[in-house]
T-cell receptor, first 114, second 111 residues
């Protein structure tokens, strides 16, 4: 089974802090994704990566950056955290960008910015 | 742009069938997915359907696809309390495998 592991289930940070959310997958997947989930809005894509050191903006990249130095690890960075970034963050990975290769999700990080 | 719509809430009695509906707008979508999210957890893939299929059945789950109306549904037979969760439909939107999700349907199963 595919395992996508997010480093923290719950995280509390202060406004203005630099925040790192880590995600690791163990199935040699090319694609990795970061979403945020807010009630009534579903999942919104922040960034995705289709290869090491490659990244593409999603629908809501403002205030975020990402890093993918190794294939198995994809980090989401909040450069200067703000209260409107309080949310549930979900990481996902998929094998190849075509076909019925579904995205596999981690358990999520619930981030609170005070 | 693409938009996936779902009703936000469904209440169903234990033992009955649940039907969760979804409409999508991108007629070029090749695959459509159903995910389940239990409280405090990530998304778990339930099933998916290829766009050239009308129906797919997997144990208690039946997926129906009407491409003409861009309508997707998930039927859960003999609904159990463990089926209480949020259900998301999603469509592939490009060759990178990006997914567009609906807002999710909260399913509550009552005894």
């Amino acid at each position: 089974d595919v395992k996508v592991t997010q480093s923290s289930r719950y995280l509390v940070k202060r406004t203005g802090e630099k925040v790192f959310l880590e995600c690791v997958q163990d199935m040699d997947h090319e694609n990795m994704f970061w979403y945020r989930q807010d009630p009534g809005l579903g999942l919104r894509l922040i960034y995705f990566s289709y290869d090491v050191k490659m990244k593409e903006k999603g629908d809501i990249p403002e205030g975020y950056s990402v890093s993918r130095e190794k294939k198995e690890r994809f980090s989401l960075i909040l450069e200067s955290a703000s209260t409107n970034q309080t949310s549930m963050y979900l990481c996902a990975s998929s094998l190849i960008p075509t076909g019925a290769q579904p995205q596999h999700f981690g358990d999520g990080t619930r981030l609170s910015i005070l | 742009g693409e938009d996936v719509e779902q009703s936000l809430f469904l209440s169903v009695r234990e033992g009955d069938s649940s039907v969760i509906n979804c409409t999508y707008t991108d007629s070029s979508s090749t695959y459509l997915y159903w995910y389940k999210q239990e409280p405090g957890a990530g998304l778990q893939l339930l099933t998916y359907i290829f766009s050239n299929m009308d129906m797919k059945q997997d144990q208690r789950l039946t997926v129906l696809l009407n491409k003409k109306d861009k309508h997707l549904s998930l039927r859960i037979a003999d609904t159990q309390t463990g089926d209480s969760a949020i259900y998301f439909c999603a469509e592939i939107t490009d060759s990178w495998g990006k997914l567009q999700f609906g807002a999710g349907t909260q399913v509550v199963v009552t005894p």
